[in-house]
Nanobody, 122 residues
Framework: QVQLVESGGGLVQAGGSLRLSCAASGRTFSSYVMGWFRQAPGKEREFVAAITWSGGSTYYADSVKGRFTISRDNAKNAVYLQMNSLKPEDTAVYYC???????????????WGQGTQVTVSS
């Protein structure tokens, strides 16, 4: 069982930066693929970024590539999402997720956090 708690969301102006954190519980955190997803009002949840257990491979949605960076610290049971050059269309609730196996970019993760709101003003 893995429990995930996101933090770091907030209100930022367009062009600004935020760093989201996800704290995970569970002794097997280092074996999980970790992902970030987001859901804007009236839209379906979408994949943002993912990172393999070792951190050796990362995946990004085209809409955030070059602006967002996912990283993890297995010693701290944490995963991060550095978001730069934020745009109003990045406004959404951001969710941290974990999966034991499967496609990193797929939406069927095993565990989900409660989400943190990110609002980008124009």
């Amino acid at each position: 069982q893995v429990q995930l708690v996101e933090s770091g969301g907030g209100l930022v102006q367009a062009g600004g930066s935020l760093r989201l954190s996800c704290a995970a519980s569970g002794r097997t955190f280092s074996s999980y693929v970790m992902g970030w997803f987001r859901q804007a009002p009236g839209k379906e949840r979408e994949f943002v970024a993912a990172i393999t257990w070792s951190g050796g491979s990362t995946y990004y949605a085209d809409s955030v590539k070059g602006r967002f960076t996912i990283s993890r610290d297995n010693a701290k049971n944490a995963v991060y999402l550095q978001m730069n050059s934020l745009k109003p269309e990045d406004t959404a609730v951001y969710y941290c997720a974990a999966r034991a196996r499967g496609r990193p970019t797929g939406g069927d993760y095993d565990y989900w956090g409660q989400g943190t709101q990110v609002t980008v003003s124009s």
